[in-house]
């Protein structure tokens, strides 16, 4: 079985599991976290604003949402989905490529599945330096491909 499962429910952009599962291994052994299965849900701002209505209470457009599945010091599994439309968005807004803007928002999640947060303002400081940091010596890969024209970068 997989370490992780890829469920591409976008019609147009294809995430690339084996790319995926060496990123998130990469993390889990510099950041010594045990994995048991995580799986990445490619979705649409329709889907994650339901999840966060129904989960946070909130009327809000996010680019991604983790779960974790897992009991505290069992290995890692945990379900990240992700607003493909918002991850989008964020690389125009952030003038970045799009597999730049995906590869982040990726690590930020595996990281909250390992743990962190980003609720208080030095917490998020922290996480997003510990982002960037992963984003600068991890090796890059490409971690999708567009299944055919679309209006995504």
Known sequence: ????????????????????????RH?????????????????DDAL???LKRQYFHEEALTDTISFNLNEPGEPIEGEIYLSLERIADNAQQFKTDFA??????IIHS???LFGYDDQEPLAKRQMFALQNFYLKCLPAERLF???HKTILP
């Open 1 to 24: 079985m997989p370490l992780v499962e890829i469920a591409n429910n976008f019609p147009t952009i294809m995430l690339l599991r084996p790319a995926i599962e060496r990123l998130v």
């Open 48 to 50: 994650l604003s339901e």
């Open 145 to 147: 491909y567009r299944r």
């Open 27 to 43: 993390l889990a052994n510099h950041e010594k976290q045990l994995l048991k299965k995580i799986t990445i849900i490619a979705a």
């Open 110 to 112: 595996i990281l909250h």
């Open 100 to 105: 730049v803007e995906l590869r982040a928002v």
